[in-house]
């Protein structure tokens, strides 16, 4: 199986920043997708950020300019570097990956989320 585990949330004043780290491990082949989502309290998770093994990167329209996501293929991690923050930011992320793992001696398809770390914007 694969673990995604989160760090980096936390508490921060509106036009603060915040950087949010996910590292994947277990049996990886390879990662394709990792990305960020959120939810906030009532709300539907949503999509905050993704990227590509090519770097591929995509954001949701509230974010972009403001947010931006990278990672590290070399460790299996993904970064979520948060600024400007606005007190609507406040929710619970969660990471995403997908790709394949290695299962015997054959591979299988994952799609892992990873625990959820708070972020919480005071205005």
């Known amino acids: 199986q694969v673990q995604l585990v989160e760090s980096g949330g936390g508490l921060v004043q509106a036009g603060g920043s915040l950087r949010l780290s996910c590292a994947a491990s277990g049996s990886i082949f390879r990662i394709n997708t990792m990305g960020w989502y959120r939810q906030a309290p009532g709300n539907q998770r949503e999509l905050v950020a993704r990227?590509?093994?090519?770097?591929?990167?995509n954001y949701a329209d509230s974010v972009k300019g403001r947010f931006t996501i990278s990672r590290d293929n070399a460790k299996n991690t993904v970064y979520l570097q948060m600024n400007s923050l606005k007190p609507e930011d406040t929710a619970v992320y969660y990471c995403?990956?997908?790709?394949?793992?290695?299962?015997?001696?054959?591979?299988?398809?994952?799609?892992?989320w990873g625990q959820g770390t708070q972020v919480t914007v005071s205005s």
């Open positions: 990227i590509t093994s090519g770097r591929f990167t």
């Open positions: 995403n990956a997908e790709g394949l793992r290695q299962a015997g001696g054959n591979f299988a398809g994952f799609n892992s």
